[in-house]
């Protein structure tokens, strides 16, 4: 009777045991990329470059040094968001480093669709 006992008990515990099995593999998550041929004129300017191409922004917003400055159109929204060159320098002229599309009812649009057709608008140049 011990005897079954103790075969019971050393099978159950053998279930507890974690088997050899091939060591998991992290997956990194995938970072979608965003074309930007056709945005090389909006990617890196700073305010006034903006103001100079699309004339000036129909809205401006300011959160800590990030700054998003808005042009609207008849074809579409654009969102521009600025951004100090250098983050350890907050005092470094913000630049474009991501942009934004959409139609006026909110429906995508191609980047650099809306990039033409707002240097196209009146008060761009």
Known sequence: MKARI???LATGLSACAAPNAAPSTV????????PTMGLERVLGQNAA????????PDAEVREGVARKLQFAGPICVLDTYL???DAKDPGSEPRVTY???????????DRASCVAALTRREGGK
Request: charged content about 20%.
């Open 6 to 8: 103790a075969l019971l």
């Open 27 to 34: 997956s990194r998550a995938v970072v979608p990329t965003y």
């Open 49 to 56: 470059g903006l103001t100079a191409l699309f004339g000036k």
């Open 83 to 85: 951004y100090p060159k």
């Open 99 to 109: 942009l934004d599309a959409r139609e006026p009812d909110g429906s995508t649009i």
